[in-house]
């Protein structure tokens, strides 16, 4: 079992920076991959970035390479999502998950969620 938990979403003006932090309580947390989603009103939960258990293996959407950069440390349980350079388009609810084996892209290949946390962009 993992238990996930989202922190460091707000409000930022375009072409700011936020960090988010997903920190995971559970023993199997450093052996899992770690994916970070995002969902805006009306919309699907897109992929956004995913990460294996040691940090060989980076995933990221189209619409995020380059600005986003996504991190682990499993010392800490935690894992991190630095998103740089933020759009209005960016304005969503972030969500990170957890699974067994390499990273997905899919939400229905994650087995654990936290609850999200709200990223506003303002134009």
């Known amino acids: 079992q993992v238990q996930l938990v989202e922190s460091g979403g707000g409000l930022v003006q375009a072409g700011g920076s936020l960090s988010l932090s997903c920190a995971a309580s559970?023993?199997?947390?450093?052996?899992?991959?770690v994916g970070w989603f995002r969902q805006a009103p009306g919309k699907e939960r897109e992929f956004v970035a995913g990460?294996?258990?040691?940090?060989?293996?980076?995933y990221y959407g189209d619409s995020v390479k380059g600005r986003f950069t996504i991190s682990r440390d499993n010392a800490k349980n935690t894992g991190y999502l630095q998103m740089n350079t933020l759009k209005p388009e960016d304005t969503a609810v972030y969500y990170c998950?957890?699974?067994?084996?390499?990273?997905?892209?899919?939400?229905?290949?994650?087995?654990?969620w936290g609850q999200g946390t709200q990223v506003t962009v303002s134009s």
């Open positions: 990460i294996s258990w040691t940090g060989a293996v980076r």
């Open positions: 559970g023993r199997t947390f450093s052996s899992a991959a």
């Open positions: 998950a957890a699974r067994s084996g390499l990273p997905v892209r899919t939400t229905s290949g994650y087995d654990y």
